[in-house]
């Protein structure tokens, strides 16, 4: 079985949703003067590689301390949308996949923007879900859909009409994915673990595929 790491670094000076600090690193002991390692780390719950939740969008709906293990892990399938006509991921795009997406727990899109990682362009001009696709995909027993972009709405959706739309039905979101083109056509398992933060509406987390 192969492992594969489907997660962006945390570091600092790593790239953030506008508008949101970028994770601080402070060492508490150093092996030198306390003879052990500990640091505090400081970041957003949306840093990096993340999941989200429906009290991102909802009040008082599913924390990931009362979601069960389960919610999130399962069977995924890649789809490629790098030719979304217009940068927009439309149902009549995704409809020749029904019976793939009807098959799956979580769906990953594949738009190869985490190849922009690092540079301005991964933050404007990404591919999105039509407010109808996410709409449709609703109909599907999915856990979560992942991508490999900054999020599933335009940078000035101020209502997140996509986020509410799919979160709404309890499909959770995972954000900043890479490496999805090294995914196979066939079915994998999934892995996609938040930490079990009481009252988090999000949370970093290690994404990755077990193939074979």
């Known amino acids: 079985m192969r492992v594969i790491d489907l ?19 402070q060492p508490l002991a150093t092996l030198d003067k306390e003879g052990f390692a500990e640091q505090l780390i400081t970041l957003s719950s949306h840093t990096g590689t993340h999941i989200d939740l429906p009290a991102h969008i909802f009040p008082d709906r599913s924390f990931p301390d009362v979601f069960s293990v389960e919610q999130f892990t399962g069977k995924g399938v890649v789809m490629d949308v790098r030719d979304a006509a217009g940068g927009v991921i439309s149902k009549e ?11 799956c727990d979580f769906l990953l899109l594949c738009s190869g ?13 990404y591919p999105v879900f039509s407010v109808e ?35 709404g039905k309890g499909i959770v979101l995972i954000e900043n994915l890479t490496a999805l083109s090294s995914l196979p056509d066939s ?24 193939v074979g």
């Open 113 to 125: 923007w985490s190849d922009y990682w690092g540079w301005p362009d991964y933050f404007r001009g």
């Open 7 to 25: 997660t962006h670094t945390i570091e600092p000076g790593m790239p953030v949703y506008p508008g949101t600090p970028e994770p601080e690193f």
């Open 93 to 103: 795009l995704l409809k020749p996949f029904s019976a793939l997406i009807g098959s």
């Open 187 to 210: 079915p994998f398992t999934f892995c996609a673990f938040p930490l079990k933060i009481a009252g988090a509406e999000a949370s970093p987390i290690r994404a990755v595929a077990l």
């Open 133 to 167: 696709a996410a709409h449709w995909l609703t109909g599907f027993e999915l856990k979560g859909i992942g991508v490999d972009m900054i999020s599933v709405d335009l940078p000035d959706a101020v209502d997140l009409p996509v986020h509410r739309k799919l979160l």
